[in-house]
């Protein structure tokens, strides 16, 4: 148990559905993250979120929309992928602005576009 | 570059100390060097970070040269559930950046 709990495990979707990912964290951090973990690939930083409001984008396509209603819960919102989207897609949390506070991950959903 | 630098994979022999070197020539002064793992299928655990000092917790041990050009992630004592893969990072504020890691095996 990480304390941070994400749902659902797995997915698999059609390029033309919408769905969406979500994360929860219940250790009173004010900083959430979306990190996509592709194969062979490092983890890519794809979005931040400080205090409910965004603070990173990475440069990444809009068929990927965050929110963030409040500073426990993060989804990440999902419409017309591409098979190359398909990665694991983990959340973490950490205390906003404090680099001397760890990031506590998620176990992360797998997702399949097919 | 906020890289670092790790060997792509190391061995190590059941209850022996593992010894994980990592190279972060180019760090600043105001940031720390973190240490994660990943187990297959699961998200990056959070070990070990430190500044300057030395440091150890229940998990393990980390080293820092005094020029803070490197670090070694210390395992005393490995057992099978240590295999995975282990990130060195730097961290200044939100600015992680993820390498690949070093594949660690744990041998019977």
């Known amino acids: 148990e990480t304390g941070v709990t994400q749902t659902p495990r797995h997915l698999v979707m059609g390029m033309t559905n919408k769905k969406s990912l979500k994360c929860e964290q219940h250790l009173g951090h004010n900083a959430m993250y979306w990190y996509k973990q592709s194969a062979k690939k490092p983890l890519e930083l794809m979005f931040v979120y400080n205090f409910k409001e965004q603070t990173e984008n990475n440069s990444v396509p809009s068929r990927f929309s965050p929110e963030c209603p409040n500073s426990s819960h993060l989804f990440l919102h999902l419409h017309t992928l591409q098979p190359e989207d398909s990665a694991l897609y983990l959340c973490?949390?950490?205390?906003?602005?404090?680099?001397?506070?760890?990031?506590?991950f998620g176990n992360g959903t797998r997702l399949t576009v097919t | 570059d906020a890289k670092t630098t790790q060997p792509p994979s190391m061995d190590c022999a059941e209850g022996r100390a593992a010894n994980l070197p990592c190279n972060h020539s180019t760090i600043s002064g105001n940031e720390y060097v973190y240490w994660y793992r990943q187990i297959h299928s699961q998200g990056p655990q959070y070990i070990i970070h430190?500044?300057?000092?030395?440091e150890t917790n229940e998990m393990a041990s980390l080293i820092i040269t005094e020029d803070r050009k490197s670090s070694t992630l210390i395992l005393p004592h490995a057992t099978l559930r240590d295999t995975a893969v282990y990130y060195c990072?730097?961290?200044?504020?939100?600015?992680?950046?993820w390498g690949a890691g070093t594949k660690l095996i744990i041998k019977p």
């Open positions: 990072i730097r961290h200044s504020n939100y600015q992680l950046i």
């Open positions: 430190g500044l300057k000092n030395n």
């Open positions: 973490a949390s950490s205390q906003e602005g404090d680099s001397n506070s760890p990031l506590h």
